[in-house]
Each structure stands twice: as structure tokens, then as C-alpha cells.
């Protein structure tokens, strides 16, 4: 998860009140020393961060928890309006034909960014395709080519031609049918005068719907001084924040460029073309806060999965087969790694930490579980019980595993089941989980 030790060490500050049966000044005292320092750690600026804190102590104090909420809902719940105070709305991005153009200092990570969007919106069913508008640094024509001609993205570029603005001319000519244009430009060292001319010149053509200004999250604080300069000279309209897998420091670029007008649009969480997330701040802070992203996990599974696939409440629901788990192990891997599944999942099932060995160790398992499957019934897909021990050594043979790990396939099965049943009858409602997500 991005930003997973400020997510961690939150969530453990908020531990804290769990079972306390009152707000008392003392648990919260140690409960807001605990956020200062998270926040602290992740870069976000010191007097924000006192300021905020003050606030949550207040208000955690003075207001009065809604009926039927505990004192640790009251004030994870202030914690989560205090954070979307800071860090703002996301940018509103609309799926409609657009121009796009990306500007930012060298390195920030345009031109990945630009393949990235190109990705995003083409999953969305928009035709993408990109114009090499970088004559600066040699290199990043064919940088850009290659990673379209991965993507399947239509590519605009003069190789040699050192011209950006004309060729930003010819290039939404030559992809004028295309639904989403995106403008890679150069970047410099610093933000020098040459830069900011050619952005404008740029822009004065391409006369682009969303300015993205991509901002690497390592600069922490320093974002809003770079947000500010770009938006005084062409107004940038988003900001993309990325390699926020890469730091723990990513909490200050985040705030930092809340502060100046523009919201941030996307973040960039790893180096291939699918590491985008458009940015939603209720979501990114529910998620950081360990109160599960639901939304983002169905939406992401409509996505992916077709219709004989599954239905992804069917996961949710009692009735659970061995034939709704081998389809749930088939859908997991098409959604993502079951890492990122599991961040998005509410804490107390998605809360369990498990180590990346841990991980790894349970992917394996579940392709090993798909191969037993694979060697069982029909019948036996349905109604498990059936299945004894001369069932279990004929698996076993069929599959080339042991009995043991037929057994222990079996096993799980059943903790998945009486887990979802569990889920279904109360302790884990998704349905009153998201409600109460609604009153926030
Ligand atoms: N881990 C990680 N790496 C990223 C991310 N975004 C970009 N990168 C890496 O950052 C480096 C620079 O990215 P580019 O896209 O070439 O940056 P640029 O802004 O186009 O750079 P110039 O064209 O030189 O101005 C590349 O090695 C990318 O793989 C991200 O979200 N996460
Ligand atoms: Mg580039």
C-alpha cells in the first residue's frame, strides 16, 4: 500500500481506543501524540500538522459521538474529515474526449505518466494516443514510442525534428480522431525561463482541457512551491503525484500541494503501465485509516472481470462452493496481487497483516489450489462434503499433490466459508460498513 507506514502507524495510534468505553483526555493526549508523529514522519508540514491535531483534540473532546457509534469510530471519523480538510478533492476527471498536457521539471516521470494515462483511459474504453512533444533530451522519442507500441497506443513523434510546438501542431492533426490527446513535454533541471516559455507556447497550440503538472512525491513539501510556478505561468488544472510507492515521505507532497489550487488528479504508485490510480481522497484516506476501499475494489473488479467470471458480492454472500472459491482464486489474480486486494479490504479482514512472505508463500498455495480443483468433480465442486478419503487419494493422484494438501485445500474452504458467513450475518456487514461510511 502506498504510504503504508503512515497508514500503519495511524491505525495503531487508533488502536488505542479500542474498548475504551468513554473519550478521556488522557487517551486522547496519547492517541494525538501518536498522529503528530505519524504525520510528522511522512513529511507533512509541523505547523499543519499542530494545527490539525488541535483540531481533532477539540473536537474529539467537545462534540458528542452520534448514538450507536464508540468512541474510537468518533474520532477515527474526525481524523478522516481533518485529513480530507488538508489534502483536498481529487481533480475531476471526466471521460470525454480531451486534450492533455503534461508538464514537470526533469525526471518527475511524464513521459511514464503519459503511457499511464494512455492506459487509463483506453481501460475506460476511450481511444488514446500520445504526442512526443520532448525535443530536449535525446532518448525520449524512442521512450516514448516503446512504450505505446506495448500499450497498443496510437504515437505522434518527428524524430530530429528539435521543434516541440510544431510538432505538437502536426501530432493532434495526425491523432486528431483519437478521443484522448496527451502531450508529453520536456522537463529541465530547475524551473528555469526556457522552460516555462516553451510550456507556454506549447499550450498556446495544443490549447489542452486538463493541464497535469507531475510532481515526483520525493520532493515532499517542496510541491507547492513547483505547483505554484507552473500555475502562475500556463494554470494547471491537476497534479500527478508520482513514485509514492517508492517513499515513506509522500504525506508531503500530498498536503503541500493541497495548499495551492490545484487538486491533485492521479497518483503514480509503480513503474508499469497499470500503476496509476486516479486520486480520490475520500477513498486514499479511508484506506490509510484501515476503514477498507470497497468502492475502489468492486469498481476495480466490474472492470476486470467478465460476466461468467463472477459477481463479487456472490464473494460476499452465505452459499460459498468450491466452485465459487476456484472462481474467486481466478478473479483475484485477474483483479491484482492479493496484496493490493487485501489493503482494500476493511480493516478486521483486511486489517490481518501479513508479511510479504507471507504473501508470497499464499499465492503459490492458491495455485496449488487451482491445480487440486482442477482434478475434482463436478459434484464434488458442489458439495464438498462428499468428498472422503478414497475421493481425497484419487485428487491427490489426479493432481499430483499430496492427500495432505487436498486435506488442507478442504480446510480452507471451510474457514472461507464460515469467514464469509461471518460477514454475511453481522460482524463483518458490508452493507452496515458502507452506511456508516456514508454518514462521514
Ligand atoms: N517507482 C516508480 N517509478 C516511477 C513512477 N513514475 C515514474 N517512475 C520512474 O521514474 C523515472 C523517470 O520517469 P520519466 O517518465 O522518464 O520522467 P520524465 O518526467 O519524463 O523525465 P524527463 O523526460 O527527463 O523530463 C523512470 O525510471 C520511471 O520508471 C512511479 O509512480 N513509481
Ligand atoms: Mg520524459
Known amino acids: 500500500m502506498v504510504l503504508e507506514k503512515l497508514g500503519d502507524s495511524l491505525q495503531g495510534a487508533l488502536k488505542k481506543l479500542i474498548g475504551a468505553g468513554r473519550i478521556d483526555e488522557r487517551t486522547v493526549n496519547e492517541v494525538i501524540k501518536d498522529i503528530q508523529r505519524a504525520l510528522l514522519q511522512a513529511d507533512v508540514n ?42 483536498g478533492k481529487g481533480a475531476d476527471i471526466q471521460l470525454k474526449p480531451q486534450t492533455i498536457m503534461m508538464v514537470g521539471l526533469q525526471g518527475s516521470g511524464k513521459t511514464t505518466s503519459t503511457a499511464k494515462l494512455a492506459r487509463y483511459f483506453q481501460r475506460k474504453g476511450l481511444k488514446a494516443g500520445v504526442i ?18 506495448n500499450l497498443n497506443v496510437a504515437f505522434y513523434g518527428e524524430e530530429g525534428n528539435p521543434d516541440a510546438v510544431t510538432i505538437t501542431k502536426n501530432g493532434l492533426k495526425a491523432i486528431e480522431k483519437y478521443d484522448i490527446k496527451i502531450v508529453d513535454t520536456a522537463g529541465r533541471h530547475a524551473l528555469e525561463a526556457e522552460l ?8 498556446a497550440v495544443a490549447k489542452p482541457n486538463q493541464k497535469f503538472m507531475v510532481l515526483d512525491a520525493g520532493i515532499g513539501q517542496l510541491a507547492s512551491q513547483q505547483a505554484h510556478a507552473f500555475n502562475d505561468s500556463i494554470g494547471i488544472t491537476g497534479v500527478i503525484i508520482t513514485k509514492l510507492d517508492g517513499t515513506a515521505k509522500g504525506g508531503g507532497a500530498l ?26 481522497s475520500d477513498r486514499f484516506i479511508s484506506r490509510l485509516l484501515g476503514m477498507g476501499d470497497l468502492k475502489s475494489l468492486m469498481e476495480k473488479a466490474e472492470e476486470t472481470l467478465s460476466e461468467e467470471d463472477m459477481d463479487v458480492e456472490g464473494m460476499m454472500r452465505g452459499r460459498f462452493t468450491l466452485k465459487d472459491m476456484y472462481k474467486q482464486l481466478q478473479a483475484m489474480n485477474k483483479i491484482g496481487p492479493l496484496k493490493q486486494i487485501m489493503s482494500m479490504l476493511p480493516m478486521g479482514l483486511g486489517g490481518m497483516k501479513l508479511s510479504d512472505e507471507m504473501f508470497q508463500a499464499t499465492s503459490d498455495k492458491m495455485r496449488n489450489y487451482k491445480i487440486i480443483m482442477d482434478s ?54 458490508i452493507q452496515k460498513m458502507m452506511k456508516k461510511k456514508m454518514r462521514m
Open 46 to 87: 509541523v505547523k499543519l500538522v499542530m494545527d490539525m491535531s488541535k483540531k481533532i483534540k477539540e473536537r474529539a473532546m467537545k462534540e458528542d459521538p452520534s448514538p450507536g457509534i464508540n468512541p474510537r469510530e468518533h474520532v477515527v471519523r474526525i481524523v478522516y474529515q481533518e485529513l480530507m480538510e488538508i489534502i
Open 132 to 149: 512526443a512533444a520532448d525535443t530536449f533530451r535525446p532518448g525520449a522519442y524512442h521512450q516514448l514510442k516503446t512504450l505505446c507500441e
Open 196 to 203: 516555462i516559455e516553451e510550456m507556454e507556447r506549447i499550450n
Open 255 to 280: 498536503s503541500a500541494v493541497s495548499e495551492t489550487k490545484s487538486p491533485i488528479a492521479f497518483i503514480g504508485v509503480g513503474e508499469t503501465a497499470e500503476d496509476l490510480e486516479k486520486f480520490e
Open 376 to 429: 475434482m468433480t463436478e459434484d464434488e465442486m458442489k458439495d464438498p462434503k462428499i468428498i472422503g478419503g478414497s475421493r481425497i487419494k484419487r485428487i491427490s493422484r489426479g493432481s499430483g499433490c499430496s492427500p495432505e494438501d487436498v486435506r488442507e485445500l478442504l480446510k480452507y474452504h471451510k474457514t472461507m466459508q464460515m469467514a464469509l458467513k461471518g460477514f454475511k450475518g453481522g460482524k463483518f456487514n
